[in-house]
């Protein structure tokens, strides 16, 4: 068994001079790219590509992949800050993590974010290690009807990750994918619901939706109150508040797990699995805990599981892109990109072939999560200190962060116009009390809904069996349905408490 | 006797979702082309979630959830000035250049929480235009220029 | 953002003086290379590569930036109405010579538009997993005519399924399934996972498995078997004379602009596309170095738009 010297040959190269410098490099590129809202990896990625063709292959993945997972660290900070998601995933963490630093918990929330995330990168990459090749034949025994009952598993999941009715919850998940179909279809080219605007020909951009309907929809609800002096003053900010109690780390190691394996799993998917497993972790959290009710409050279970499934599933993403050659996302088609720059095929003999490559790269994952940790902790202290702020200066630089990062995706001015609509819609959604991450997930799986919809059926010749036929599809299915029934029936029995007894038996 | 004490907001939320779920399955219908079952259309899925959201919202009407009561604030002024900051940030950004349009974002958006404060306003957008430039322009490389007029 | 010093330079100048004075220092500015699809994508690879050498022998920076949507018909028509002054250069795919039949209203043609390279090109290639019970392009065929066979393609409109359906529908007379998938990867992991019975694919996408034994290639649309895949004959080997379909990256300047600019962009493009490590890494995924002249490109994008257009009216395909 020479997996003990494949380890020692990752370690060797990971902590050469030169890619420790470049590891530090990218994860603090990535965080940086990562902390302003909006800005994705892609951004960090391409400005960094040019470099890449004067260092060595393992050097430049070991870079850009460090921009990768420090985007995903990153992510969580002005999430949980200004209630500003760059990301679907970060989306989740702003319905605990806004509301803890609300109440003068900013501090703890990051610092568990922080720790949730190293802990859910460390669990995928022992994972990546192990079974990679093993995971990446599961990965393809996902054909178009999986994907399909995956997905729908993933929305009804989110639909009662709010709290109150999961009706409405479905309602927004539905608009949500409504919302997704805008653009030209994949399969007939034909342009829908686009109203002549040739700007959405490839779909509404997905930073404008959650930006509007959480941080410009946040701004708005936020101004003109009366009064609005934080609940928190500056001696809550003294270093030992930002720290977590006994009571936070009791509660957070049973989601850390949770969501390490439900991160890791998903993570294999390319494209799906990254979006679905915050979602899920959360959703499963909620329904694990005694007292459902705090979350959407501040549960600090709320935040730490969502990111650690976040930060695993960005980690295990890399088992498609490596062990296959197919990568999930732009960002991993780019690094595929950069090695054929360099001259080496992507695909199955990479790890055979190039095994300093893949070892090392693996191992400094493993270097780049501690570098990750060393540089965010610290920080966290800094961070906090944003919210001492007056209002009158944050909500400005909220809008100018929102705009600019809206722009940045496509360098679109109209999706600047785009984040004005949907903050609109989020603020008549937040007086409504519709929930909007719901829809946000929506949004982000319509399309792959959709299509591999669309696929099944024409594979399967018109036969819709086909989704309880397949056994995988069947058991995604079935889960869905108890996921709805459990949440429906804890909804009637929250509902007959709240209304007292005057409600008749169902 | 719960069944006719619908809330007025829900049943504008109601109003809102079924006229989109309609209006949806009638394009999706009617225009895009609903296919057939092995080969479905590009209208199929968005006709099957009008539907879907036309049942949703019915059901919410008649399970009369009411949404939590509001604190009536005046500040439809203050909205007003915060999406005209936005409208007018993406406006100005290709026409204007990016340190005008970081301008007039701060400018308009702090008239939504009186009073003004030129001195701080003046000196929060040109620390922001900074920012802007060196960090989007400098560092992430964005296609913009700070000034493209005059 | 696209309004330039040269602009005020051409208009204080008399028009005719201009354009020499235009040509003979150009560049004098940084370039913008607008790709039509997002980074990571195969157009986008080719053309950061070039970007980057064009840079060191231009003397001035080209950037990169990317305009996606629409098949690139968003890049195609915001570099259609650019100024004419070479500092905007579009990078596409074959994909704009397709569009010019496929989509029924485009905003812009082939006549805004001067083509100044296509140094990259790569025949359409046809490939299977290695348990599916057709190994040959007859068998799979025969196959075909008797069960109901799907493939994947990179999307639809993508030369890989119009050439692919114009070969099933025209050529062998067959009845195949086309399942488009977003992009090259996906549809290699659908034929992977055996989803799919083949797929129809343009040769980088796929070289890695071939090259792993992970699927067998067994037709390539090129006029002569190919270095990646030795053991995979042409369709005209196999019976089907002359069919040859490929997909390539070209870089296209508004039409209007300076002769002799037009020229120093396709010798810059050509002397970054011969650079020998990039011919080289660039040959190793199963691509075609292509160096021809600003006539000779002409002539080759005129060709693609003809051919292409014949195999979209034949299969009876349109956008609108």
């Known amino acids: 068994m020479d997996f003990l010297s494949n380890v020692t040959l990752g370690l060797q190269v990971a902590a050469s001079p030169e890619n420790l410098l470049f590891c530090f490099l990218g994860v603090l590129l990535g965080t940086l790219v990562g902390t302003l809202p909006g800005i994705g990896a892609l951004a960090g990625v391409s400005l960094l590509l040019p470099v890449t063709f004067y260092v060595e292959p393992t050097t430049a993945l070991v870079m850009l992949a460090g921009i990768y997972y420090g985007v995903t660290y990153g992510g969580s900070t002005a999430a949980i800050l200004l209630n500003l998601p760059g990301s679907s995933a970060a989306a989740v963490t702003c319905l605990d993590g806004y509301p803890m630093a609300q109440q003068g918990r900013a501090g703890v929330a990051l610092f568990m974010t922080t720790i949730a995330s190293f802990v859910g990168g460390t669990f995928a990459i022992i994972l990546l290690m192990v079974f990679t090749p093993v995971l990446a034949r599961v990965g393809l025994s996902f054909g178009p009807a999986e994907y399909a009952s995956l997905v729908v598993l993933g929305l009804i999941a989110a639909s009662t990750i709010s709290s109150g009715s999961p009706v409405r919850g479905i309602a927004m998940v539905v608009l949500g994918l409504l919302i997704g179909t805008v653009g030209s279809d994949f399969e007939t080219g034909r342009l829908r619901f686009t109203f002549g605007y040739l700007e959405v020909a490839e779909g509404i951009s997905f930073v404008a939706i959650a930006m509007g309907l959480f941080g410009v929809s946040e701004v708005l609800n936020n101004i003109g109150v009366a009064n609005r002096t934080t609940t928190v003053s500056k001696d809550e900010y003294s270093w030992r508040k930002l720290y977590p109690n006994r009571e936070d780390w009791r509660a957070s190691w049973g989601p850390m797990w949770r969501g390490s394996v439900l991160g890791s799993a998903f993570g294999i998917l390319p494209g799906t699995g990254a979006s679905i497993a915050s979602f899920i972790a959360y959703a499963f959290e909620k329904r694990w805990s005694r007292d459902p009710d705090r979350f959407g409050k501040g549960a600090i279970e709320g935040v730490v599981a969502p990111e650690t499934a976040n930060n695993a599933a960005a980690q295990a993403a890399f088992i498609p892109t490596l062990s296959l050659g197919i990568p999930g996302d732009a960002v991993m088609a780019l690094m595929l990109g950069a090695l054929i720059i360099h001259g080496i095929t992507p695909g199955p003999q990479v790890v055979t072939n190039h095994p300093e490559l893949f070892w090392g790269l693996v191992m400094s994952f493993w270097i780049g999560n501690i570098f990750l940790v060393i540089l965010h902790l610290p920080l966290i202290g800094v961070w906090v200190r944003i919210l001492l702020v007056p209002y009158k200066y944050l909500y400005p630089s909220m809008l100018f962060f929102i705009c600019i990062g809206v722009y940045s995706v496509n360098n679109s001015p109209f999706d600047v116009l785009l984040v004005l609509l949907f903050g609109m819609l989020g603020y008549a959604m937040l007086k409504l009390d519709l929930p909007a991450a719901p829809l946000l997930l929506g949004v982000v799986l319509s399309p792959i809904l959709e299509n591999n919809l669309r696929r099944a059926m024409l594979i399967s010749s018109g036969d819709p069996m086909t989704f309880v036929e397949r056994p995988i599809s069947a058991g995604f299915l079935v889960a869905a349905v108890l996921v709805l029934l459990m949440s429906l029936r804890s909804f009637r029995r929250n509902k007959r408490l709240a209304d007292g007894l005057s409600v008749e038996p169902d | 006797m719960q069944l006719f004490s619908v809330n007025p907001l829900q049943a504008l939320s109601s109003a809102a979702l079924f006229a989109v779920g309609a209006g949806a399955a009638f394009v999706g219908a009617s225009r895009y082309g609903l296919g057939e079952i092995f080969h479905l259309g590009a209208g199929a899925f968005p006709f099957l979630l009008g539907l879907l959201l036309m049942a949703l919202s019915l059901v919410m009407l008649v399970a009369g959830f009411a949404p939590p009561p509001q604190p009536n604030r005046r500040q439809w002024l203050g909205a007003l000035a915060v999406f005209c900051a936005i409208a007018v940030f993406g406006l100005s950004l290709d026409t204007l250049g990016l340190v005008p349009a970081v301008f007039a974002l701060v400018l308009i958006s702090r008239l939504a929480e009186p009073p003004f404060e030129p001195a701080g306003t003046f000196g929060l957008a040109a620390g922001l235009s900074a920012l802007a430039y060196f960090v989007f322009v400098f560092g992430l490389r964005m296609p913009l220029e700070a000034f493209t007029w005059p | ?320």
């Open chain 3, 1 to 320: 953002m696209k309004k330039t010093f040269g602009v005020a330079v051409t208009i204080g100048a008399a028009a005719f003086a201009a354009g020499t004075v235009q040509a003979q220092t150009f560049p004098e500015q940084r370039i913008s290379m607008v790709v039509g699809y997002s980074a990571g994508g195969f157009a986008d690879t080719v053309a950061r590569i070039i970007a980057e050498r064009m840079s060191n022998s231009l003397g001035q920076p080209v950037v990169v930036e990317n305009q996606p949507g629409a098949a690139s018909n968003v890049a195609a028509l915001s570099v259609s109405r650019a100024d004419a002054d070479g500092y905007t250069i579009l990078a596409t795919t074959t994909s704009v010579a397709i569009n010019q039949t496929l989509y029924g209203s485009l905003e812009y043609s082939m006549d805004d538009l001067i083509a100044v390279a296509v140094p990259v090109a790569a025949p359409e290639v046809l490939a299977v997993h290695p348990e599916f019970p057709a190994q040959t392009l007859g068998d799979f065929l025969a196959y075909a005519g008797d069960n109901a066979v799907t493939y994947a393609t990179a999307g639809v409109g993508s030369g890989s399924h119009i050439a692919a359906g114009y070969f099933y529908s025209e050529l062998a007379g067959v009845n195949a399934i086309h399942v488009p998938f977003g992009g090259g990867a996906p549809a290699v992991g659908a034929v992977l996972g055996q989803q799919v019975g083949a797929t129809a694919i343009t040769i980088p996408g796929i070289a890695s498995q071939f090259e792993s034994g992970g699927l067998n290639c067994i037709a390539v649309a090129a006029p002569e078997r190919v270095a990646i895949a030795p053991d995979c004959p042409t369709y005209s080997e196999a019976g089907f004379d002359g069919f040859v379909a490929q997909s390539w990256v070209g870089f296209f300047v508004p039409s209007g602009t300076d002769a002799a600019i037009v020229a120093a962009l396709n010798a810059a493009v050509n002397e970054a596309i011969v650079d020998p490590v990039a011919a080289e890494r660039l040959a190793t995924i199963g691509n075609t170095i292509q160096i021809l002249d600003v006539a000779e490109t002409d002539a080759f994008v005129r060709g693609e738009v003809s051919s292409w257009a014949e195999r979209v009216q034949a299969l009876d395909l349109r956008v609108d």
